[in-house]
C-alpha cells in the first residue's frame, strides 16, 4: 500500500485529503507543520508528501530546503498545494525539487488524488 504525507495546518482541510487518499486506497499521515512533517517523513518513508505552502513558522519552501538536506529523505517525492501562487515563491519550489505545484481552488479533492497518482 504506497504512503502519502499530507502537510496541512488547516484541519478541516487535512481530514479532506486524508478522507479521499484512503478511500483511494493509501495510507496517510498527517503534519500540521513542517517540523512535524519532517519527522514524520523519516519515520514513514512515505512514497509522496503532498506539502502546503503557507504553514505556520517554518513555510514549505523551509520544509524543502530542510528534506534536500537529509540524506534519509531527500529522494522523497514532493507535490506543493497551496493557494499562494507568488511567482518567485512557486519558482523556488520547483528548483527545491517539487515534481508539481497545485493551487488548491484549481482542483477538487478526487482531482488532487489523479494528479498524485501521475507520480507513483
Known amino acids: 500500500m504506497k504512503k502519502i504525507l499530507i502537510i ?21 499521515f498527517l503534519a500540521p507543520t513542517a517540523e512535524d512533517g519532517i519527522k514524520l517523513a523519516k519515520r ?3 512514497d509522496l508528501i503532498l506539502l502546503d ?27 506543493a498545494f497551496s493557494n499562494y501562487e507568488e511567482p518567485k515563491t ?19 479533492p478526487k482531482e488532487i488524488v489523479e494528479r498524485v497518482e501521475r507520480y507513483l
Do not use: C, H, W
Open 8 to 28: 496541512e495546518d488547516e484541519k478541516l482541510l487535512a481530514d479532506m485529503y486524508q478522507d479521499i487518499f484512503i478511500q483511494s486506497g493509501y495510507k496517510t
Open 90 to 108: 512557486v519558482r523556488e519550489a520547483y528548483d527545491l525539487g517539487v515534481k508539481d505545484y497545485l493551487l488548491k481552488t484549481d482542483f477538487n
Open 44 to 46: 514513514e518513508k512515505p
Open 53 to 79: 505552502i503557507l504553514l505556520p513558522k517554518d513555510n514549505g519552501i523551509d520544509f524543502l530546503k530542510k528534506l534536500k538536506t537529509d540524506p534519509q529523505i531527500s529522494s522523497s517525492k514532493v507535490i
